[in-house]
């Protein structure tokens, strides 16, 4: 199994800046792609951006198109998101999730909230 723990959530004014991080342990050797999810209160939860474990292919949602960047780090096992020009919309509790090859996002985290306020 992969364990994901996702931290750097908080309040933001509109426009500003945060990172998350998300830190994988366990079985991490047979990750093949990460991505992040958010859930806004009383709505789905829907994709943001998702990133290749080995190639660092990436690939965003429209709504996140060149405000958010997410990246790896092979060595720390980690991957970020880092999100500019931040809006009221993106509040939500963001989740990031792993995914062997061949498989749906089996693992995910615990979630951290972000709240933008406008």
């Known amino acids: 199994q992969v364990q994901l723990v996702e931290s750097g959530g908080g309040l933001v004014q509109a426009g500003g800046s945060l990172r998350l991080s998300c830190a994988a342990s366990?079985?991490?050797?047979?990750?093949?792609?990460m991505g992040w999810f958010r859930q806004a209160p009383g709505k789905e939860r829907e994709f943001v951006a998702r990133i290749g474990w080995s190639n660092g292919s990436t690939y965003y949602a429209d709504s996140v198109k060149g405000r958010f960047t997410i990246s790896r780090d092979n060595a720390k096992n980690t991957v970020y998101l880092q999100m500019n020009n931040l809006k009221a919309e993106d509040t939500a509790v963001y989740y990031c999730a792993s995914r062997d090859r061949g498989t749906q996002y089996d693992y995910w985290g615990q979630g951290t909230q972000v709240t933008v306020s406008s």
């Open positions: 366990g079985r991490t050797f047979s990750i093949y792609n």
